[in-house]
């Protein structure tokens, strides 16, 4: 029979089991609700009774202990509940942070200790609320947490949970903007190079895909051997597209590109390319192909109508801010140029499905620019010369009329007056011959 105990009683049970290792009876234990008030009533000797429980939220001491990670998940289980924390926020607020301490002890340890399960419901629920409260000097910072939750876990998390966090890795970004360092990047190549960037980020959500695959969030220096197929780098980019597949899929799509994260797309594009042309196995070739195809599906929406203030390249920092500082930076001309760097460097396949998602992901940037070339992209020093180097790049998406369809009439006019002469200039003013007339007064200087 099962006896049913308050949380506060709980916790004190959870720490006496943990400082004499007597095993409680949890089987025959249930965690009940909290009490109304329960946040704002709680007398100061059970918080500090909380903390103390807190204080065995160590690596070792839950190795020592994985009988308890089951019972510990049942009392956070209440504590977070989103609803008994809704009207007590401040309160709310401490009971989160303890939660992610639990969450960031217990995630290097979840597989072996085969409680990935009851752990992403505390993930889970720190999730729902994390947003709500900003990082601060007090020590509230449940990022860090949630990413090595998922580096650890992601690919035995359930699918509809991580599907929250890279709904709102966006967020994460722009949410810890006024403290840089805790945001974390991966780049295949120059990583080194961009984490000494403080205006350059990449969406947490993206991240943790990333850092699950390859490790560490950081970069990759890589040499030909890497692409073998025998080679480390060439099996976990297997499991890289064997996951991004299962999550697209799942129908998990991750908004709010940032600069850095349509870099990573490319490198990561160029990568697969070159260990696709080294494999001789089918089904290798396979999964790569579908993990191109996959990756496009969960980063870009390639259908999406372009307007300024959705497009990548009006975001700074994770902010849609002040594009002149966006464009003359010379961070972000170094970024345009390792774009077009991994395009050039890229082996082409003879695989339809990965050069559709390399041209996708062309002309997607094009469209991404276009639209800032009616204003001060257009005006300023590096501007027209970064829209064209990525224009050339693609010179064979943008031939019909539906090549240009996600560009309303004002920015195909910045499109034409802003691209070199040549085929792509003709053929959209083929398609669109009311530009002739603005285009040809514009290339005047008129």
Known sequence: MSKNVAPIDAINLLISAFQDYRKAPWQAIEVGALDTGFFTDLPVAERDGLQQLSRFFTVEDISNRPDLIKPVVDVLAQLLDPEAGEKDRDFAKEFLKIGYKFLGAVSPLAKEFDCVEPISRVFDLIQQRALFHTFDTQGFNPLPSLRLCLAHNLAEMPAPIVSKFMTDGAGYTYGYRYTKTQLKLFLFEHADTFCLVTDLHMN???????????????????????????????????????????????????????????????????????????????????????????????????????????????????????????????????????????????????????????????????????????????????????????????????????????????????????????????????HHPKLIKDTFMKDLGL
Do not use: W
């Open 204 to 430: 947490q959500g993206l991240l943790a895909v990333y850092a699950h695959a390859f490790g560490a969030a950081s970069g990759l220096t890589l040499s030909d051997e890497d692409f073998l197929p025998e080679s480390q780098f060439s099996r976990k980019m297997l499991s890289f597209c064997e996951r991004v597949r299962f999550l697209m899929e799942e129908g998990v799509f991750i908004p709010g590109a940032q600069h850095v994260d349509l870099l990573l797309v490319a490198q990561t594009l160029s990568a697969i390319s070159k260990v696709y042309a080294q494999t001789e196995t089918p089904a290798h070739k396979a999964v790569l192909e579908q993990g191109a195809a996959s990756l496009m599906e969960l980063t870009v929406n390639r259908h999406k109508p372009m307007s300024e203030d959705i497009s990548a390249f009006n975001k700074f920092g994770g902010l849609r801010t002040g594009v002149d500082v966006c464009i003359e930076n010379s961070e972000m001309t170094y970024l345009i140029e390792r774009m077009v760097q991994s395009f050039t460097g890229r082996t082409e396949t003879a695989s339809l499905l990965i050069e559709t998602a390399v041209g996708d992901l062309k002309h997607r940037l094009v469209c991404e620019m276009a639209v800032q070339m009616k204003g001060k992209y257009a005006k300023s020093q590096n501007g027209p010369e970064m829209f064209n180097k990525l224009v050339n790049l693609a010179p064979e998406r943008f031939q019909s009329k539906a090549d240009f369809r996600s560009m309303n009439n004002a920015t195909l006019a910045a499109f034409a007056a802003a691209v070199d002469f040549g085929p792509i200039k003709n053929n959209l003013l083929s």
